[in-house]
């Protein structure tokens, strides 16, 4: 059982940088593969960006690519997303996912067991 929770959300104007972490609980943390995910109203949940249990591999949607960077501390138990050079249409609420399955399918919200309440991120024009 892993509990998720994510912090660091808020107000930045375009350019701008935000940085969101999650804190999970449980002692089997490195075991799970760990994502991030965004939802707007009125659209489905959206892959960002994810994370190899040991670091070594990283994923990213191609709309934040060169933008967005996910890491990992497996003994803080936390997973960061930086984002820089926000834009407008980064604005949603990230939510904060983990994957105990074999095979990282990273960008399948269905391969995710657990995931957190959300932070909400406005990034103004």
């Known amino acids: 059982q892993v509990q998720l929770v994510e912090s660091g959300g808020g107000l930045v104007q375009a350019g701008g940088s935000l940085r969101l972490s999650c804190a999970a609980s449980g002692r089997t943390f490195s075991r799970y593969k760990m994502g991030w995910f965004r939802q707007t109203p009125g659209k489905e949940r959206e892959f960002v960006a994810a994370?190899?249990?040991?670091?070594?591999?990283?994923y990213y949607a191609d709309s934040v690519k060169g933008r967005f960077t996910i890491s990992r501390d497996n003994a803080k138990k936390t997973v960061t997303l930086q984002m820089n050079s926000l834009k407008p249409e980064d604005t949603a609420v990230y939510y904060c996912a983990a994957d105990g399955g074999v095979v990282q399918l990273p960008d399948k919200i269905d391969a995710y067991d657990y995931w957190g309440q959300g932070t909400q991120v406005t990034v103004s024009s």
């Open positions: 994370i190899s249990r040991n670091s070594l591999t990283t």
